[in-house]
């Protein structure tokens, strides 16, 4: 019954779309890469669901994807079983998803698996018909199977993902450095094909390098405002320079890097170090750094022994050591970490977290529960946003947000509960429930988009 | 090493020659006596249904190379004398009659007396064969089991794991041709928790370079396949089953020799030679081994494709570039045979080293060039056995073994491949470097060093004909140490041992009853299992930096038992029942990681636990006329808890770029197998059998109690249904008088099955499908009329289908062997 009730819906809804969405996803507008999208208008909102493989929560299953209506996206008395219903996106384990601006499209990287670094591009027809268009592209050559990437907000022309080789230890026999060879790769969303390529090595500073520390992973990358350097996330290891193994020891960890690259050369790699984040800067799954209306990029911190922090890079490219946001101290709590988040404008953004003192998940004993708050990056303030919470909720994965207008769309589920997408208004703070999602035990949802 | 190893071999193959030859040198002196006990005598009374003497019965004792002929004489006596020890088919056919047995000659005379069951007067009706062969009689025992004789694999181009693969029940994942690895899969379990034994002696112990491929099929007597339940005598941790492979031990004498060639440079040699004084019970055994291929079958399909710059693919068809693999080895023992103070004392040594090429990791999406493995061992090994030892009833035996051994993996070159074997180039025209560092992942040139020593003894006691209990321990030990070539001096100083101790004792109890109808096995097993690990480290002692090491160990003990029931409702008809609370403990490797293959160590991993059940009959083999018909069927159930498997990554763990093996899932496997054996005079065999299974999560609830998705679903890439089918026809006297042509046909059919969980048929899983196959294989046999000669033909997948693996990686395609096979045993 359910079944046939949502099938009958997403057919309505794709013949009042068609014209709409067709409208939406040409690029005519060169000039202004990301033309807002009307809030008045309709569009697609597809919900993406991860299955578990062995333990709940872990996602490593697979990804299923459904597309709603916004109406219907909306409405709460509206129910969706993703999981029942969707498309299966061939992937392994969780898929590496991105849509365009209007969600019109969809663009997925395999993650991991026979098909492991396999870009495709689907037309966004509603329900579980999700079009493949445009061809294969893989990227795994230069990213590997399990490639690390976002687009660009560049009109969803392009995509680019980062990977980092297993850092070596020198040859010889005294400890120098550990280093390995990084690649950007970038993907013509448009054409579906690889537009270009770089590796080189990341070398740190000399004495940085002789006490162990390297690169160990790069992620996030984003465009900066003047459109000529991409600014790219880093993950810091460290070896024991004593015993040349992974230092398993307390260590002082480094100021925040990023690694900055002309574009769309992608040469002249230069490291830039912040004063006032420790953190890594390379997320985890989604984007981690947003070019604001500013000019000035935003990356968060994860392991920062601070507390996450979001950093300023401005338009020099250079971190703006004068702007400190602890999220620690905005919400006041401790040991804070951003699993996911995005910049909506004005300076507000909506940031996914946990900290010390949340609760433990029911589901691994090493995970602990996600919130949601809203971040005023000008007034440095963050405040958490009024959710029904639950211990099970987990952010960790989370991959999509949807911002149309002042509202941002977002799905709140625990791992093997029912939830519902929320609306909030970005502008009041307002909290709407929207649309029921109908889960399973053992799987979660990764996002909207 | 690798010189060392190769003196070694030259050494023994120097020496392998001298014994060789000495002995042909030594026997043509005494000729006359050697002839006489290099076979044996098959004699008996006939007599009818009625129970008196049955004259002019003509009697034809005959295997796939051999005939022997006799005819009873007025007191129903027959004998048949110079028959070589091995399994034969007795026929005994009298004007309309005739009726099947089976023989085995192992080693000494044989009085064989048979009733015939023709109660009509020399009316063709239905008859039983009353005659307990090898097989009929272990099958029957009560155990999951099936015994497949190796005498047609043995003069054919069949590998002993082809065998397997054909046998009801057994499923073998090879991802590739000739030496890739293997992973044998009984009833739905998998890995580690199927141990393969030779002679009861776990093939582990003999190190990589040494597997089943080693082994010509025509040095093995049989192998025991048991399913879930495992008799005590094979007193080791196998959950899920036991493959036993029962090297021939007829000590007569001989030579034997085959080398086969084919398709893919395909060239496999055996050679086998045993020398045994009349008198002193002295023997001399030497047998070598060398394989090779170049495995460069064609392969093709959604998964194989070059990678163009822009990123599109370009779907090819090419041959595999980077799967050379090349084994050999040599094994020499000697010591005595029947004496007074022994049934057998020997001690051996055997060498192997083996180079394995890696074409691509668990898919084949990827292509790889220049990995490549290598194994080396030597073995030390002193047997022992001795029955009625001291007292009547009382056997002893004893197994002791020191190993040495170093496996190599080599991954050095650092750009990136595509299947046509060539450089892979970006936009530019630059080739790629590899973005996982070499080909797999790090560079690396891991070396594992492995010393092993294992003891094994039992001592068993029967009562009488009815009762016999019996006490077996096993001593397991090995310490490891691994480094990385590639590693910086300051980390080489700092390499960790290990040391992991297993010691497993059990105890069993078998017994019959009711006339021999019903019989019994119990049996209690006691396993413990320790670790000591060894991680040296840098402390800061009065501010000098000093090296430490630090000691953790490790201990588990744990019990399991079982039994295995067996009930002749009548002389047809066996019921057959088993069941196990079995338990493996986890491998080093799974301990201690692999730092080649990127497995993280885990020195907190318990052992997996599984209770086994299986329940089943078998009916006949019954006679109708000249036709024979047997079948054998047996339903069975898995409950598997804490199933050790690598990690699945999560969140922060992906800082870590290895995983460890964890206990996690359970698994549930449900399922039957059938087999059906038709047999029409001595001419067609006709073996048709099937396997159905479900592997079906176990793990029901999530955290909040609720039943989880994928409890009860079929786990992802594991086939679930397999069936084969098999024929023989055989032909005498074709070209030339006394000669015997086989001729052969197979066919093995796997169904279709997901690499992703399958819940429901929602859209886009159609891409995560393994498409049904179906193989077809042809061969035939010519053995010459002296019988010393075989040689034989096989065409193999002649339809060139895709076959495949667990991951969709393809195996090969249509491929030719021819085979000579030759053998000397009347000096």
Not at chain 1, 296 to 305: E, G, K, L, S, V
Not at chain 2, 265 to 277: E, G, I, L, W
Not at chain 2, 465 to 470: D, E, P, T, V
Not at chain 2, 765 to 780: F, K, T, W, Y
Request: aromatic share 12%.
């Amino acid at each position: 019954m359910k079944n046939r009730f949502t099938r009958l819906f997403g057919y309505t809804a794709v013949v009042g779309l068609l014209s709409l969405s067709t409208a939406c996803s040409s690029d005519d507008d060169i000039n202004s890469p990301d033309p807002e999208p009307n809030p008045t208008e309709s569009r697609w909102i597809t919900i993406a669901g991860a299955v578990m493989d062995e333990t709940p929560g872990n996602g490593n299953g697979g990804t299923v994807l459904y597309s709603i209506s916004k109406e219907n996206a909306e409405d709460p008395n509206y129910a969706i079983n993703v999981f029942d219903n969707g498309f299966q996106v061939r992937s392994q384990r969780t898929a590496r998803l991105q849509s365009s601006v209007d969600g019109s499209t969809m663009f997925n990287i395999a993650y991991g698996g026979d098909n492991g670094g396999e870009f495709s591009k689907y037309i966004v027809n509603g329900g579980d018909n999700f079009e493949p268009t445009g061809g294969l592209v893989n990227i795994s050559q230069y990213a590997g199977t399990s490639p690390r990437w976002v687009k660009l907000f560049d009109g969803d022309k392009t995509g680019v993902a980062v990977s980092v080789t297993s850092p070596m230890v020198n040859d010889g026999d005294t400890y120098e450095y550990t280093r390995g060879t990084a690649t950007i790769v970038t993907i013509d969303m448009e054409n579906v094909e690889i537009s270009n390529n770089i590796s080189f090595e990341l070398p740190l500073p000399a004495e940085e390098e002789a006490a162990g520390h390297h690169i160990f992973r790069l992620d996030t990358p984003v465009l900066n405002a003047a459109g000529d350097k991409l600014i790219i996330g880093t993950w810091m290891g460290k070896t024991d320079p004593a015993t040349g193994e992974r230092d398993a020891n307390a260590y002082e960890r480094l100021g925040s890097k990023a690694v900055v690259v002309d574009y769309p050369s992608l040469e002249n790699p230069k490291i830039i170090t912040s004063t006032v984040g420790f953190g890594d800067t390379s997320g985890y799954r989604s984007f981690n750094s947003f070019l604001a209306e500013d000019g000035n990029i935003y990356q968060a911190t994860q392991r920062d022994p601070g507390g996450s922090h979001i950093l300023k890079i401005n338009t020099d490219n250079e971190y703006d050591n004068s702007y400190d946001f602890s999220l620690d101290e905005a919400l006041n709590v401790t040991g804070s970490y951003i699993q996911s988040w995005r910049y909506v404008k004005n300076g507000i953004a909506y940031v996914m977290y946990t900290h010390d003192d949340a609760a433990y998940t029911s589901f691994s004993d090493r995970t602990q529960q996600s919130f949601l708050a809203r971040v005023d990056l000008n007034a440095k303030t963050a405040q958490k946003v009024d959710l029904p919470y639950e211990p099970d909720m987990y952010f960790f994965q989370y991959q999509g947000f949807v911002v149309d207008g002042d509202n941002v769309y977002v799905t709140v589920s625990p791992v093997g509960k029912d939830g519902n997408i929320y609306v909030i208004n970005s502008v009041t703070g307002e909290v709407t429930k929207g649309a029921q999602l109908l889960n399973e035990p053992g799987n979660h949802f990764i996002g909207v988009f | 090493m690798k010189s060392a190893s190769s003196y070694i071999w030259s050494v023994l193959f120097c020496f392998f020659s001298v014994v060789v030859f000495g002995q042909t040198a030594n026997n043509s002196g005494e000729k006359a006596g050697q002839a006489i006990s290099a076979t044996y005598t098959v004699s008996g009374y006939l007599k009818d249904h009625n129970g008196y003497s049955s004259a002019n019965v003509e009697v034809v004792l005959s295997n796939t190379s051999e005939e022997f002929k006799a005819t009873s004489n007025y007191s129903g006596y027959y004998e048949i004398s110079g028959v070589p020890s091995g399994s034969y088919i007795i026929e005994l056919r009298k004007e309309n009659h005739v009726e099947y047995g089976e023989v085995i000659i192992n080693g000494e005379d044989v009085v064989q007396n048979f009733q015939i069951k023709n109660k009509g007067d020399y009316e063709l009706s239905e008859v039983l064969l009353n005659v307990e062969s090898v097989k009929s009689e272990i099958e029957k025992k009560g155990f999951a089991v099936n015994v497949i004789e190796t005498e047609e694999a043995a003069v054919r181009n069949i590998q002993t794991n082809e065998l397997l693969n054909r046998s009801v029940g057994v499923k073998i994942r090879q991802g590739g041709g000739l030496g890739s690895s293997v992973d044998y899969n009984l009833n739905g379990m998998s890995g580690n928790s199927i141990q393969i034994f030779i002679d009861g002696i776990p093939l582990s112990s003999y190190g990589s370079s040494f597997d089943l491929s080693s082994i010509s099929p025509s040095m093995i007597e049989r192998i025991d396949v048991y399913k879930g339940v495992v008799p005590a005598e094979l007193a080791f941790d196998a959950l899920g089953g036991a493959i036993n492979v029962i090297l021939r031990d007829d000590f007569r004498t001989q030579i034997n020799a085959s080398v086969s060639y084919g398709s893919f440079n395909t060239f496999q040699s055996n050679f086998n030679a045993v020398y045994q004084a009349e008198n002193s019970g002295f023997f001399v055994k030497a047998s070598g081994f060398y394989n090779h291929s170049d495995n460069d079958y064609e392969v093709w399909g959604r998964n194989v494709y070059n990678i163009l710059p822009n990123g599109k693919y370009d779907y090819v068809k090419v041959k595999r570039f980077n799967d050379e693999y090349s084994s050999r080895g040599g094994i020499l023992e000697a010591g005595f045979k029947k004496v007074n103070w022994a049934d057998k004392f020997s001690v051996g040594y055997t060498a192997s080293d083996s180079y394995n090429e890696i074409q691509h990791g668990a898919y084949m999406t990827i292509p790889y060039k220049g990995r490549f493995m290598e194994a080396e061992a030597g073995i030390v090994n002193l047997t022992y056995e001795k029955s009625d030892l001291f007292i009547k009833g009382l056997d002893f035996n004893f197994h002791g073994l020191y190993n040495e051994r170093k496996r190599t993996i080599n991954d050095t070159v650092t750009w990136t491949y595509n299947w046509s074997g060539e450089l892979s180039r970006d936009r530019k025209g630059d080739p790629i470097p590899s973005q996982r560092g070499a080909q797999q992942g790090a560079p690396t040139i891991a070396n594992i060093y492995r010393d092993i020593y294992s003891f094994r003894g039992g001592l068993t006691y029967s009562f009488n004909n009815n009762h016999k209990i019996g006490l077996h321990h096993v001593l397991y030990n090995i310490s490891r140490e691994q480094n990385d070539e590639l590693w910086n001096g300051i980390r080489k100083n700092f390499i960790e041992t290990r040391e992991l101790e297993k010691n497993i004792s059990s105890f069993s109890y078998e017994s019959r009853w009711f006339n021999d109808k019903l019989k019994a096995n119990v049996f209690g097993k006691y396993y413990q299992q320790k670790t000591r690990q060894m991680d040296p480290g840098v402390e800061t002692i009065d501010g000098e930096e000093v090296r430490v090491e630090e000691y953790f160990s490790n201990n588990f003990d744990y019990t399991g038992y079982g039994m295995a029931l067996s009930y002749l409702v009548n002389s047809g008809i066996a019921i057959l029942g088993s069941a196990e609370k079995a338990l493996r403990l986890p491998t080093d490797n799974e301990i201690f990681g692999d730092v080649g293959e990127n497995v993280a160590e885990n020195s907190g991993l318990e052992p997996e636990q599984s209770n086994n059940y299986n329940l089943g009959f078998k009916i006949g083999p019954y006679k109708i006329g000249e036709h024979s018909v047997s079948l054998y069927a047996s339903g069975f159930l898995r409950d598997t808890r804490g199933m050790i498997v690598r990690e699945p990554q999560m969140t922060l763990n992906d800082a870590q770029q290895t995983a460890p093996f964890v206990n996690l899932r359970g698994t549930e496997s449900k399922g039957f197998d059938a087999e059906l054996n038709y047999i029409f005079k001595d001419n067609l065999n006709l073996l048709v059998n099937l396997s159905k299974f479900n592997t079906r999560m176990s793990t029901k609830y999530d955290s909040n109690g609720k039943v989880l998705f994928n409890y009860n679903v079929q786990i992802p890439s594991e086939p679930f249904f397999t069936a084969n089918a098999s024929a023989r026809y055989s032909f005498k006297n074709v070209f030339q008088k006394e000669s015997l042509l086989n001729i052969y046909y197979n066919y093995a059919f796997v169904d279709s099955f997901y690499n992703v969980w399958v819940v429901n048929k929602r859209s886009g899983l159609e891409n995560s499908m393994v498409p049904e196959q179906h193989i077809r294989d042809v061969g035939l046999s010519y053995v010459f009329p002296k019988k010393n000669l075989i040689v034989s033909f096989d065409a193999n997948n002649i339809f060139n289908k895709q076959a495949y693996d667990n991951f969709a990686v393809q195996k090969p395609g249509r491929a030719f062997y021819l085979k000579l096979n030759y053998s000397i045993n009347k000096f």
